[in-house]
């Protein structure tokens, strides 16, 4: 990476426009566009122009006095968005090994989590935050307690975050009917300090499960959720099991009975949605249900695989998540892209069933939507200037005799290990590999200290 400010204008003016001449830029804004070499210009943490080479060059305007070129030796690409994640659980990555995934909830996470603070939340974060920019993944939507901890750590490390707070009874804690109500207006709260906080925190709501959650209870959030324009974010339809004892339980399917209840219409993120029937898919259709489909966990955990073909074909809007580091295990959204496309081939039987660049627009474009934002994992004029690069001097891509190809070894070959330089709202945040903002040691060591205490106070 060179810096080179070629002009400078306007002494006195801080506004600068930064212009990354890379290799190639893949802007993610329709599926599979290559440009070789491709510019993206910047100014204030916003993209304002994405173009070929010789789509710049002239003055830059009054409103940009300087210009400072970096030249990107390899490709740019839009930061990856992962929608659904529960990233403070890097205390308990490793946990609970080969257990089905609700008695793994029940005997191993939950009693852990009960014994947490809200600074094992912020190193949790911390860590995660780290491991995922240097993933390349600016944007996660996280599910979590502890929120402000979790927030202020997403903060501190430069990246972006949906804080989406958690609503769940867990053992010891307290409980009963106006727990509820006090959770929920805690988040309000949390809403009104924390949404917009350093311009890369949004805060919506995450009732854990229909299943964990009683339904007046999802009714009242999802209405609070509504009248803040905030994001709905639960776990949906996860495992076969689930559904059988809701249906038996409420005598529908969880989406029908959600919809039937008002629960859907707002903005909504279900994550997993595995055991979808096509009435189900009609629903989510109708109510814009959006998904995080998160097949590393669901292939973990054997919940099964989700019907990501029939619900891209629905047109039901879908992104990747990873789902916390405890079921995966790790937060390398690289790996769900290249998994989602190998398990919905092979259960459609069916070799071009989605294709790379399919399978590269849900860990970027579609992810951004599936959340409501189309300024996330896209680099196109109006978008965030969050940023990533990848070295192309390396075998994955070897050859490239097209831009198609160039798209297939990205998905196929490549990996999370070739980016090298991560920017967020145009801020250097990893660079060379390793992570601007974060100590690594110090926050290993305090993860492990931590993750023993947890262990220890649940027994
Ligand atoms: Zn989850």
Same mark, same amino acid.
């Given at each position: 990476?060179?810096?080179?400010? %070629?002009?400078?204008?306007?002494?006195?003016?801080?506004?600068?426009?930064?212009?990354?001449?890379?290799?190639?830029? %893949?802007?993610?804004?329709?599926?599979?566009?290559?440009?070789? +070499?491709?510019?993206?210009?910047?100014?204030?943490?916003?993209?304002?122009?994405?173009?070929?080479?010789?789509?710049?060059?002239?003055?830059?305007? +009054?409103?940009? +006095?300087?210009?400072?070129?970096? *030249?990107?030796?390899?490709?740019?690409?839009?930061?990856?968005?992962?929608?659904?994640?529960?990233?403070?659980?890097?205390?308990?990555?490793?946990?609970?090994?080969?257990?089905?995934?609700?008695?793994?909830?029940?005997?191993?996470?939950?009693? *852990? @989590?009960?014994? $947490?603070?809200?600074?094992?939340?912020?190193?949790?974060?911390?860590?995660?935050?780290?491991?995922? $920019?240097?993933?390349?993944?600016?944007?996660?939507?996280?599910?979590?307690?502890?929120?402000?901890?979790?927030?202020?750590?997403?903060?501190?490390?430069?990246?972006?975050?949906?804080?989406?707070?958690?609503? !769940?009874?867990?053992?010891?804690?307290?409980?009963?009917?106006?727990?509820?109500?006090?959770?929920?207006?805690?988040?309000?709260?949390?809403?009104?300090?924390?949404?917009?906080?350093?311009?890369?925190? @949004?805060?919506?709501?995450?009732?854990?499960?229909?299943?964990?959650?009683? $339904?007046? %209870?999802?009714?009242?959030?999802?209405?609070?959720?509504?009248?803040?324009?905030?994001?709905?974010?639960?776990?949906?339809?996860?495992?076969?099991?689930?559904?059988?004892?809701?249906?038996? @339980?409420?005598?529908?399917?969880?989406?029908?009975?959600?919809?039937?209840?008002?629960?859907?219409?707002?903005?909504?993120?279900?994550?997993?949605?595995?055991?979808?029937?096509?009435?189900?898919?009609?629903?989510?259709?109708?109510?814009?249900?959006?998904?995080?489909?998160? +097949?590393?966990?669901?292939?973990?955990?054997?919940?099964?695989?989700?019907?990501?073909?029939?619900?891209?074909?629905?047109?039901?809007?879908?992104?990747?998540?990873?789902?916390?580091?405890?079921?995966?295990?790790?937060?390398?959204?690289?790996?769900?892209?290249?998994?989602?496309?190998?398990?919905? *081939?092979?259960?459609?039987?069916?070799?071009?069933?989605?294709?790379?660049?399919?399978?590269?627009?849900?860990?970027?474009?579609?992810?951004?939507?599936?959340?409501? *934002?189309?300024?996330?994992?896209?680099?196109?004029?109006?978008?965030?200037?969050?940023?990533?690069?990848?070295? !192309?001097?390396?075998?994955?891509?070897?050859?490239?005799?097209?831009?198609?190809?160039?798209?297939?070894?990205?998905?196929?070959?490549?990996?999370?290990?070739?980016?090298?330089?991560?920017?967020?709202?145009?801020?250097?945040?990893?660079?060379?590999?390793?992570?601007?903002? %974060?100590?690594?040691?110090?926050?290993?060591?305090?993860?492990?200290?931590?993750?023993?205490?947890?262990?220890?106070?649940?027994?």
């Amino acid at each position: 990476m060179s810096d080179e400010v %070629v002009a400078e204008q306007g002494a006195g003016r801080t506004v600068e426009l930064v212009r990354y001449v890379a290799d190639v830029a %893949v802007p993610c804004d329709v599926p599979g566009r290559v440009l070789r +070499p491709g510019v993206v210009e910047v100014v204030d943490g916003i993209v304002r122009h994405v173009g070929s080479e010789a789509s710049v060059g002239g003055p830059p305007g +009054p409103a940009a +006095p300087t210009v400072r070129t970096v *030249r990107v030796p390899g490709a740019l690409l839009p930061g990856l968005v992962n929608v659904h994640c529960h990233s403070p659980m890097t205390l308990f990555r490793g946990s609970g090994e080969n257990l089905p995934l609700h008695q793994w909830l029940n005997h191993v996470l939950w009693p *852990r @989590e009960a014994q $947490l603070d809200p600074a094992d939340v912020f190193w949790g974060m911390t860590l995660a935050a780290s491991e995922l $920019l240097c993933f390349g993944v600016t944007t996660t939507c996280e599910a979590y307690f502890f929120e402000d901890a979790l927030a202020d750590a997403v903060v501190a490390a430069g990246s972006r975050a949906v804080v989406t707070p958690g609503v !769940l009874q867990l053992p010891g804690h307290p409980s009963g009917e106006e727990w509820w109500d006090r959770r929920t207006a805690e988040i309000v709260d949390f809403h009104h300090r924390r949404h917009g906080d350093a311009g890369r925190i @949004e805060v919506g709501f995450a009732p854990h499960a229909a299943y964990t959650v009683p $339904l007046p %209870v999802l009714v009242d959030i999802a209405s609070e959720a509504r009248r803040l324009d905030a994001l709905f974010h639960i776990h949906l339809a996860e495992t076969e099991e689930e559904c059988a004892r809701f249906s038996a @339980e409420h005598g529908g399917s969880t989406p029908a009975v959600l919809a039937n209840a008002g629960v859907f219409d707002g903005r909504v993120l279900a994550a997993h949605s595995i055991w979808l029937s096509d009435d189900d898919l009609d629903v989510y259709r109708s109510y814009d249900v959006a998904v995080a489909h998160c +097949p590393q966990s669901n292939a973990k955990l054997a919940s099964g695989v989700a019907r990501l073909v029939d619900l891209l074909a629905a047109g039901i809007r879908v992104g990747l998540g990873t789902d916390g580091p405890a079921s995966n295990n790790d937060l390398d959204l690289w790996e769900d892209m290249r998994l989602a496309a190998m398990l919905a *081939r092979i259960r459609e039987r069916d070799a071009a069933a989605l294709p790379a660049a399919t399978a590269l627009d849900l860990a970027t474009r579609a992810a951004g939507l599936s959340i409501g *934002r189309p300024d996330l994992g896209v680099l196109a004029p109006g978008s965030q200037a969050d940023m990533i690069a990848v070295r !192309l001097d390396d075998p994955a891509f070897v050859p490239i005799l097209d831009d198609a190809q160039l798209i297939e070894h990205l998905v196929w070959s490549a990996s999370s290990r070739l980016v090298t330089d991560v920017w967020v709202n145009g801020m250097p945040v990893v660079e060379a590999g390793r992570c601007l903002t %974060v100590d690594d040691e110090r926050a290993r060591h305090e993860v492990q200290v931590r993750a023993e205490r947890l262990m220890r106070a649940a027994e």
